[in-house]
């Protein structure tokens, strides 16, 4: 029943994520945390750590919550859940959207998904931001590496290196 569970629950995320899973994650946590009881609120902010600490896709997060819901069959179960469907879609739309490619009804739904993403992304950043307790020091380094990322840019590893070194101070 659980795999079932996770099935249902990460495929309609993966189908509702534009601009990846950090857009879906204020929507993950709810389900994950208070509607399923798969993880408490600080292990779910634990396991985000780990999955973006991890090289490769941030997606890995589904799998390792899979992982802790119902071991390695729930981590395999919840992985091809958010690829599978969002990768067929994808498939069927390319053609569709390539077609399409001079339409104007095409560069209106750009331009109306660029702020979607954006505004899901920043939501995603304050759920992690915000544990049950919120802490100044959390949102102190999440200002600091945004400020960061619009004052030069640059590579994201050296502030997520940065945020990690003032966050092992901070956080003592």
Not at 24 to 53: C, N, S, Y
Not at 59 to 87: D, E, K
Not at 133 to 144: H, S, V
């Amino acid at each position: 029943m659980i795999l079932a569970d996770l099935a249902l629950t990460f495929g309609v995320l993966s189908l509702i994520a534009f601009g990846g899973m950090p857009s879906v994650m204020p929507e993950m946590q709810r389900l994950v945390v208070d509607v399923k009881g798969w993880t408490t609120h600080a292990q779910f902010i634990q396991l985000f750590a780990i999955a973006q600490a991890a090289p490769g896709p941030n997606v890995l997060i589904v799998s390792l919550i899979g992982w802790r819901a119902a071991g390695l069959a729930g981590a395999v179960v919840a992985l091809l859940a958010v690829c599978a469907p969002a990768a067929v879609l994808s498939w069927y739309i390319a053609d569709l959207w390539e077609r399409f490619k001079d339409s104007p009804w095409r560069r209106a739904i750009q331009r109306a998904i660029a702020p979607l993403v954006v505004g899901l992304t920043l939501s995603g950043g304050y759920v992690l931001c915000t544990p049950a307790t919120p802490d100044w020091r959390l949102w102190a380094i999440a200002a600091g590496a945004a400020a960061a990322v619009l004052a030069r840019g640059g590579n994201s590893l050296w502030l997520l290196a940065g945020g990690g070194a003032v966050g092992a101070f901070l956080l003592q």
